[in-house]
Structure formats: structure tokens, C-alpha cells
T-cell receptor, first 114, second 113 residues
Framework: GESVGLHLPTLSVQEGDNSIINCAYS??????FIWYKQESGKGPQFIID?????DKRQGQRVTVLLNKTVKHLSLQIAATQPGDSAVYFC?????????????FGGGTRVLVKP | DAGVIQSPRHEVTEMGQEVTLRCKPI?????LFWYRQTMMRGLELLIY????????DSGMPEDRFSAKMPNASFSTLKIQPSEPRDSAVYFC???????????FGSGTQLSVL
């Protein structure tokens, strides 16, 4: 996952534009990936997930792309809205591993400008 | 469904005091997770249970931390004695049939003075 530090990477986007949030994961054995959205004062909220046998999955206004060759994950948000302002986390898991450990990246803050 | 319910929402305590955080998972979910979130370390898995049994507690920082799940609808995370460095937001999450998809509660903001 992304390095964790005091300052979150921030993406500023104009309302109505598309957003792309990137995530580099570290474990080549990971076979399940998930994006969460966290608004201020709330817990992470599920957005979309993808398994390693896919390279693209679409939801409502969101698309997740997975590139296993370079261990890269991205979340695309179409027509970004003010309500999309939040911190976005990618997380990885190994479905076949004994146990169930979802490991989170450091997060990216998205600020939507009106 | 009300989702994962955590209490209290906020806890302020003095160093050395015992702190107990509570969680009610989503009904029917058989996996429960405790995470800690800080600015420095992000979201860290502390411990998780499957069918009320602790499966992996390797993320529990010290013996001062303990977690229990006496039944399928309740779990506690206890810190005794608490220290200022324990200040963080503690999240509980649960998952069901799709066990990798975690649903999070609103968290407990803990401040140890």
C-alpha cells in the first residue's frame, strides 16, 4: 500500500470533472482489492471491489482498474460532486490465505471545488 | 439494518485509567474486526474474530490491550492501563458471507490525557 505519513496526498478537482485516485499495493499475492470512502467523523464506507481475475469493474459513477503487472490500482469517479469530497483508501487482501487481513493504504484526500 | 454500532462515540480519560470500547456487529455477520486509525500510522488491524473466536491478534500493540467476543452480537476492546499514545480513533467492522467486504462502524474517538 501507499506510505503512511503526516500528510495525505490531496487531489483537487472541479465539480463535474472526472477524478482518478491511484494506489500502489505491495503484496503480489493479494487477490482482492477494495476502495473505501471516509468522510470526516465517519467510518470507512465501501465503494467498490475487484478480484485479481479481473482488470476492470464498474459501479455507479465509479470504475476500478487493476494492473497486476505493476501492482497498481485506480479509482475513477465520473462527474465528481461535492459529496465526493472525502479521504479514499485502497485496501488489499489475500482471499486464499489462512485468515482475513485487509491491509489499508495511506489514503488520498479528494477536495471538490464548486 | 442499523449497521455496525460502536459506543461510546467519544471517550476522554486520564492516563492509567481503564478504557472499554464496545461494538455490535451487523446481525448475521460472523467476522468482526477492530482497527485503530491515527494520522501517523493510518488504519491498522488490531484483531479479528471469526464465529466469536479470535483468529489473529498479531496487531494488538501490547498486553495492555485485550479484546473479547462473548457472543455473536457483542465485542469489547479494553485498554488497561491507558496511555496518551493510545489516543486514536478505534473502528469496529464486521463482514458476513462475502467475508472480505468489511462494514465499518462510526468509530470511537479516544483521547488519553
Amino acid at each position: 500500500g501507499e506510505s503512511v505519513g503526516l500528510h495525505l496526498p490531496t487531489l483537487s478537482v472541479q465539480e463535474g470533472d472526472n477524478s482518478i485516485i491511484n494506489c500502489a499495493y505491495s503484496n503480489s499475492a493479494s487477490d482482492y482489492f477494495i476502495w473505501y470512502k471516509q468522510e470526516s467523523g465517519k467510518g470507512p464506507q465501501f465503494i467498490i471491489d475487484i478480484r485479481s481475475n479481473m482488470d476492470k469493474r464498474q459501479g455507479q459513477r465509479v470504475t476500478v482498474l487493476l494492473n497486476k503487472t505493476v501492482k497498481h490500482l485506480s479509482l475513477q469517479i465520473a462527474a465528481t460532486q461535492p459529496g465526493d469530497s472525502a479521504v479514499y483508501f485502497c485496501a488489499e487482501n489475500r482471499v486464499k490465505a489462512a485468515g482475513n487481513k485487509l491491509t489499508f493504504g495511506g489514503g488520498t484526500r479528494v477536495l471538490v471545488k464548486p | 439494518d442499523a449497521g455496525v454500532i460502536q459506543s461510546p462515540r467519544h471517550e476522554v480519560t486520564e492516563m492509567g485509567q481503564e478504557v472499554t470500547l464496545r461494538c455490535k456487529p451487523i446481525s448475521g455477520h460472523n467476522s468482526l474486526f477492530w482497527y485503530r486509525q491515527t494520522m501517523m500510522r493510518g488504519l491498522e488491524l488490531l484483531i479479528y474474530f471469526n464465529n466469536n473466536v479470535p483468529i489473529d491478534d498479531s496487531g494488538m500493540p501490547e498486553d495492555r490491550f485485550s479484546a473479547k467476543m462473548p457472543n455473536a452480537s457483542f465485542s469489547t476492546l479494553k485498554i488497561q492501563p491507558s496511555e496518551p499514545r493510545d489516543s486514536a480513533v478505534y473502528f469496529c467492522a464486521s463482514s458476513g458471507e462475502d467475508r472480505e467486504k468489511l462494514f465499518f462502524g462510526s468509530g470511537t474517538q479516544l483521547s488519553v490525557l
